[in-house]
């Protein structure tokens, strides 16, 4: 009786401290430290936290860029990784070998309220490993209104028309095209906002590009990128300083029509919203203009996604799953929306824009509306050579031609292919 | 006779078990990873499986475009940086030996750089250098000596980095002048006075008996320029474009993109590199020295 006794009191105490531990689940999220990344994530956090008292989630910040990428992997190798990580999708998310890392979510049911386009992005066969986190961007060129309307220009639609603006720009002594080589990542903006003309010139190349049939250097259409950073050197398009002109200083330059172009990413509209409110309206967007002006379309970026490694098990799991499931949902986009400004279209189904958006994501919406626009090379190869950046600043600073810098950056693509262990390299 | 045989024997006395424990730590933290380096710099590694691939890794090393111009930008870098030293240093020694007041106020203020960490100068130093707002070029226009773009002309970049190495690694130098000035016995001064002025001083006293505190200037700042990777990197990442990236730079990088077979092979050939020019450098300046004995 009294063994008994004792039997029950212990059972109690273990259902007690079953109980009380799955009503306190501490996640880790890990997240780059850009201000729009934690600014998304800590509005999820908020309003998931709100309904689920039980579940508490850190943020820990990690830098963007190669650096992250390379701290990304080293945890995810040596089984240190948080509960849940934020990262991209594409073909960076294949370099993390996602079938022997992160836990497969094909089975959950919210996989089913994602834009069917945003899956290919974080798959590998059968398996899905994350769900849109934020909002798609469109890569172009962000101008200021303010000064197309001083100096009575009109959106480009070809490269020449592009041009002759630049050359009135020049005229009226105002930099044409922002240059930031100083974040070596924003100089790769015109060779990759190219890839909607690169697909109209020579439609299927990705799939050529990733099973060792095309190459930058021998297709004109795709060399077209590099040309364009020749001659934005050659006819002194950037403004002064542009070697070492880091991203948010520039977007300063931006804002106040020191400049009249960037090509960028709309992703930079939150960050012209938090530190220039009053300006970020004069601020449009356009599609980088190729060749023709019937085929104007934009180049598409794919939101981040939030993933789950398969070192988080068991009750942390279920609260990670849980997250995951909040994120995939419309009150989820509300989330976000009632704190962030979204940079382009979320990819969950049903949610909308809310009415007030940027005139830039509006123009951005509109390429998207009329079927003008096409994701980014890496969102449909899994391939993408990391030199990229430092040779588009090589060419941009007059230091190497656009036929050396693509024959290079062949020669890393083919390094990438061949650490990814694609057939065919 | 048994006098000098007694350290010989007292060496012998001890037992092998002795040294286990720092065979051990030798053997973990050095051995074995030097040798685990050779083997994965020989393999196609992605952290989660590593593939053997044989010398493939070294071989695409050295097609790579950007070695070439890494390896010639190291040794103008590792050439620069340790002449200067060596230029600049010698005569701050011998201001800072003389009969000076504030000598040793003057010593520690040479010396502050080399306490500050290497990221905060970079940093600093890419803030002064700044071309338009800088405060170098704000003093230099001032003065209406034209205003460079130090870190954003590709053909200066790599040398205003060095002249920032400089002026941090030259507190080092200018204390081992100092000691090795202050080695040299009093009669040797004596007999300059006698012979003749500063210049007979200067040239047949401290320069040819300060050689060994040169020589050790030299090595140590010629090591520490082909293993130079903080500064650049704080300073320009290499950049602009690949202008300024040295060899540590270029394997720095193959490691953040996720080439780590290929990286690993990059330091293998930065080790045997440093010890092909080190080692016959080491070995010149010690007989140099013997003779001299």
Known sequence: MKRLALFVVLLMALSISAVSAQESVSLTYLVDESQNSQDTAQALIDAFVAQNPNISITIESRPGGTEGDNIVKTRLATDDMTDIFFYNSGSLLQALNPAQTLVDLSDQPFIDNIVASFLPTVSQGDAIFGVPTGTGMGGGILYNKRVYEELGLSVPLTWEEFAANNAALLEAGISPVLATFGDTWTAQLFVLADYYNVEQAVPGFADAYTANEAKYVTTPAALAGFQYLQQGFEESWWQPDFATTRFEPGLELLANGEVAHYPMLTFALSTIAENFPDQVNDIGFF???????????????????????????????????????????????????????????????????????????????????????YPALEFVSPIKGPNLEQLCVAVGTGQMTPEEAAANYDLDVERQAQQLGLPGW | MNHDLRPKSVLR????????????????????????????????????????????????????????????????????????????????????????????????????????????????????????????????RALSLGAPDWLGNPSLALISVALVDVWKGLGIATVLFISGILSIPNDYFEAARLEGGAWVKFRYVILPLSRNAAFTVILLSFIGGLRTFDLIWTMTRGGPGFASDVLTSVIFKQYQAGFYGLSTAGNVILFILVTIIVYPLMRFFNRRELEEL
């Open chain 1, 287 to 373: 599609a980088q203009p190729g060749t023709s002006a019937e085929a104007n379309g934009a180049t598409i970026w794919m939101p981040a996604g939030t993933y789950i490694p398969q070192t988080t098990t068991g009750a942390r799991l279920d609260a990670a799953l849980q997250f995951l499931g909040f994120i995939a949902s419309v009150e989820g986009v509300d989330a976000i929306n009632a704190q962030v400004v979204p940079n382009g279209p979320y990819l969950i189904v049903g949610s909308i824009l809310p009415d007030d958006v940027l005139p830039a994501v509006s123009d951005l919406a509109a390429y998207i509306d009329s079927g003008m626009s």
């Open chain 2, 13 to 140: 006395t001890y037992p092998h078990w002795f040294y286990l424990p720092a065979a051990i730590v030798f053997g973990v933290f050095f051995l074995v990873p030097t040798l685990a380096a050779f083997y994965f710099s020989m393999t196609r590694w992605t952290l989660f499986d590593a593939t053997y691939i044989g010398f493939d890794n070294y071989v695409r090393f050295f097609q790579d475009p950007q070695l070439t111009a890494g390896l010639r930008n190291t040794a103008i870098y590792a050439v620069m940086t340790s002449g200067l030293k060596v230029i600049i240093s010698l005569p701050l020694a011998i201001l800072l030996t003389s009969r000076l007041h504030l000598k040793s106020l003057l010593r520690g203020i040479i010396f502050f750089p080399v306490l500050v960490s290497t990221v905060a100068v970079g940093i600093t130093f890419s803030v002064l250098m700044q071309p338009s707002q800088g405060l170098i070029n704000t003093v230099l």
